[in-house]
């Protein structure tokens, strides 16, 4: 780790680096050479940010949560970046434990009765090491790495400058969410802050029947917990990222995979199949975003864990992990963002470009296929571009660049009216859309998500009771609209089924989604969009 004096010279010089190169090199003349220019760059912005680690990868998830618009090359470079990192030495978790706790984690004088060396997972900012308590519980205690702490303000500096340059040298809107996201960064630092999420997230789920018993917080232990310690109890089960071991879990498949199976769960298949972790999940999301507005922003599947129910342990539970990362959806906000869903569905144009227009956006086609992960087009973009999205068919490297960065400025045409919150909703969207895509779509995520979004519209508060009974009425109305998104997605069912009778590649809905809107963003953008960049 660089001291931190040079890391900041470095981001600037790599910064000056990159605007000469794309002032000098990015040319009508030069237009054949634009690919190799994107190769540079995204180069040069990738081994800048794995080389600091830290809060530069968090930071470089962000930026790679709207990958998708950019140069091919960054998308390759931004799918890479995965929050894992080298384990701290143990003697620097002896001395976060001596700073915080005033004495080690186990000996005569110890926290713990047990403690492993050993972590057994390390990311960008923390490592967990397993445990057990006095009283004989086993628990995971999250420990932040000291470098992180002591050269967060000096990294979100950087991220400041950075995001500055940008707006100013290439006339792009980014800088008006740098306060928003910095501060929502610095909240993951803190761990009491994490405690107090995952118990505020555990009584949104106890209150809501639909995923009562379905979905687990692990618990918290606050007197073994400070702002650089987390405690909570351990959970053994399958993560969902280990693909082969949900599928053996689920009885979907019995082939070995490449992680060892918990000696608990071996032989274990439990019910319901991938469809039935796929619909707790998109439901527990949904939740989050229409009737709590508390959202949580990092569902990556190395968050999220399957295991038998402990009462019944014939099904699964759903086990919710790092509760760093949360944004409050205000009600107004929650309400604007159902009623944007439900027209999207319903086709209701008109309520979408309201909705939008008074976010500050100016292309809602373009903010409704980014909402759904599914192409959507109406009049608005073919009344501006006339002949449609043909010109990007013809244009050559250099006029597709300069066509999406228009374009791009013409989409948010005005940042302070655009609700910021909106950042952590898409990424949110984005990943839980990659989940139920690797899975091989086992869900109709958009019907589940369109449901909640119009179910909650009947509970708003402070409605009248004849406003309520007009909401009930549109509700109902709109079940019958949805009856045709599960026409395509049984289609979609049919034809996956088809091919694997065949001994073909399976293609599932979220994979055909997908294909539509690399496609989209062809046209739209002149975007050479990578296969999996919506995978969140």
Not at 7 to 28: A, G, R
Not at 142 to 169: N, T
């Amino acid at each position: 780790m660089l001291h931190k004096g040079s890391v900041q010279l470095l981001i600037l010089s790599q910064c000056t680096f990159i605007t000469l190169d794309y002032k000098l090199n990015f040319q009508p003349e030069k237009a054949h050479q634009i690919p190799q220019l994107h190769e540079r760059v995204a180069d040069r912005i990738y081994n800048l940010i794995t080389s600091n680690g830290g809060l530069y990868v968090k930071l470089g998830q962000a930026i790679g949560a709207n990958a998708a618009l950019m140069p091919r090359p960054m998308q390759d470079r931004f799918g890479r970046l995965f929050d894992d990192a080298p384990q701290i030495p143990y003697s620097s978790v002896l001395s976060v434990f001596r700073s915080e706790f005033g004495r080690s984690p186990v000996g005569p004088d110890g926290v713990f009765a047990e403690f492993d060396e050993q972590a057994a997972a390390s990311a960008s900012i923390a490592q967990v090491h397993r445990a057990r308590l006095k009283s004989g519980e086993w628990v995971a205690v999250k420990i932040q790495k000291p470098d992180v702490s002591k050269q967060v303000e000096w990294d979100l500096g950087a991220f400041r400058i950075v995001m500055w340059m940008f707006e100013s040298w290439f006339d792009m809107p980014v800088y008006f969410a740098v306060d928003f996201i910095s501060n929502h960064l610095r909240r993951e630092l803190d761990f009491l802050q994490e405690a107090r999420n995952a118990i505020t997230t555990a009584e949104f789920v106890a209150t809501e029947p639909r995923l009562r018993g379905k979905v687990h917080i692990p618990k918290v232990y606050a007197e073994y917990s400070t702002r650089r310690v987390l405690t909570a109890e351990w959970v053994d089960g399958v993560r969902l990222s280990d693909r082969p071991g949900i599928r053996r879990l689920m009885g979907e498949d019995n082939r070995i995979g490449p992680h060892p199976m918990d000696p608990s769960l071996k032989g274990v298949q439990l019910r319901g199949g991938l469809r039935a972790i796929m619909q707790t999940m998109v439901e527990l999301f949904s939740a989050q975003m229409f009737s709590w507005g508390w959202v949580h922003c990092d569902p990556h599947p190395g968050n999220i864990i399957i295991r038998p129910h402990p009462q019944h342990r014939l099904y699964p539970q759903l086990v919710l992990l790092d509760h760093g990362l949360y944004v409050r959806v205000g009600e107004e906000l929650r309400r604007k963002y159902a009623k944007l869903w439900r027209a999207l569905l319903a086709t209701d144009w008109d309520t979408v470009e309201t909705i939008t227009t008074s976010w500050g956006i100016g292309a809602p086609d373009l903010f409704a296929s980014a909402t759904l992960m599914r192409p959507v087009s109406f009049r608005t973009r073919r009344d501006e571009d006339g002949n449609g999205d043909s010109e990007n068919d013809t244009a050559n490297q250099y006029e597709r660049s300069v066509l999406m960065k228009e374009r791009l400025k013409n989409f948010l045409y005005d940042t302070d009216k655009m609700p910021k919150e909106l950042i952590f909703l898409g990424r949110n969207i984005r990943i839980v859309q990659g989940n139920n895509q690797v899975l091989g779509s086992p869900v109709n995520r958009i019907k589940i998500t369109a449901y909640w979004a119009s179910r909650s519209l009947t509970t708003t508060t402070n409605l009248t009771f004849s406003q309520r009974l007009r909401e009930y009425q549109r509700d109902m109305a709109f079940r019958i609209v949805m009856f045709s998104i599960d026409l395509v997605f049984w289609a979609s069912k049919l034809r996956q089924w088809i091919r694997a009778l065949f001994g073909l590649a399976s293609e599932g809905f979220e994979d055909e989604l997908e294909r539509d809107m690399r496609r989209f963003a062809k046209h739209a953008f002149g975007v050479d969009v990578a296969p999996g960049v919506f995978l969140g």
